[in-house]
T-cell receptor, first 113, second 109 residues
Framework: EAQVTQNPRYLITVTGKKLTVTCSQN?????MSWYRQDPGLGLRQIYY???????DKGDVPEGYKVSRKEKRNFPLILESPSPNQTSLYFC????????????FGPGTRLTVT | DAKTTQPPSMDCAEGRAANLPCNHS???????VYWYRQIHSQGPQYIIH???NNETNEMASLIITEDRKSSTLILPHATLRDTAVYYC??????????FGAGTTVTVRA
């Protein structure tokens, strides 16, 4: 089944404890992206990747890192999480950079205390 | 991106057509109208998109007015599983999406 998977789905952590949220797609898509969704603020892009080893900042990149060493994987790293990073996170992929359809993962609900 | 305006919520009876309006009076000539939906905090799901002409796929129909300042998403036979937040987005086809508040659609039996 073609899909985008994220792990973990739920995570509660403490301020400053490094964490990684994994994202993987099995559709051989070139483009991958991370978003966060917050009440009243909608969906905002954190980072994106146009291909392996090519990443760039989205609208809200502060406090996050990403890497794209393989085409299928695009992990999101929070080196020192803070409470304002409590959010619902989505990974997405699409066949090309300019594509009308993005395929989203199921989401990761992160709480930082 | 052109700004969109959607009603915050609407109800629909199961089996009936659901017509979801979207106003985008500042749309530019190269901007498309997209619709996505999100079922209860799941990942957003693409529904349909269009530029000028009306479009139909297995999920929905998209009707765009001739002046392109507004559009309507039509779910022809709404089911309970169509209960979701529906987002109307106007932008060029590129690498980034952003959603606003959308319309919360509740399909009632």
């Amino acid at each position: 089944e073609a899909q985008v998977t994220q792990n973990p789905r739920y995570l509660i952590t403490v301020t400053g404890k490094k964490l990684t949220v994994t994202c993987s797609q099995n559709m051989n898509h070139e483009y991958m992206s991370w978003y966060r969704q917050d009440p009243g603020l909608g969906l905002r892009q954190i980072y994106y990747s146009m291909n392996v080893e090519v990443t760039d900042k989205g609208d809200v990149p502060e406090g996050y890192k990403v890497s794209r060493k393989e085409k299928r994987n695009f992990p999101l790293i929070l080196e020192s999480p803070s409470p304002n990073q409590t959010s619902l996170y989505f990974c997405a992929s699409s066949p090309r950079v300019q594509s009308y359809e993005q395929y989203f993962g199921p989401g990761t609900r992160l709480t930082v205390t | 991106d052109a700004k969109t305006t959607q009603p915050p919520s609407m109800d629909c009876a199961e089996g009936r057509a659901a017509n979801l309006p979207c106003n985008h009076s500042t749309i530019s000539g190269n901007e498309y109208v997209y619709w996505y939906r999100q079922i209860h905090s799941q990942g957003p799901q693409y529904i349909i998109h269009g530029l000028k002409n009306n479009e139909t796929n297995e999920m929905a129909s998209l009707i765009i007015t001739e002046d392109r300042k507004s559009s309507t998403l039509i779910l022809p036979h709404a089911t309970l599983r169509d209960t979701a937040v529906y987002y109307c987005i106007v932008r060029v086809i590129d690498y980034k999406l952003s959603f606003g508040a959308g319309t919360t659609v509740t399909v009632r039996a």
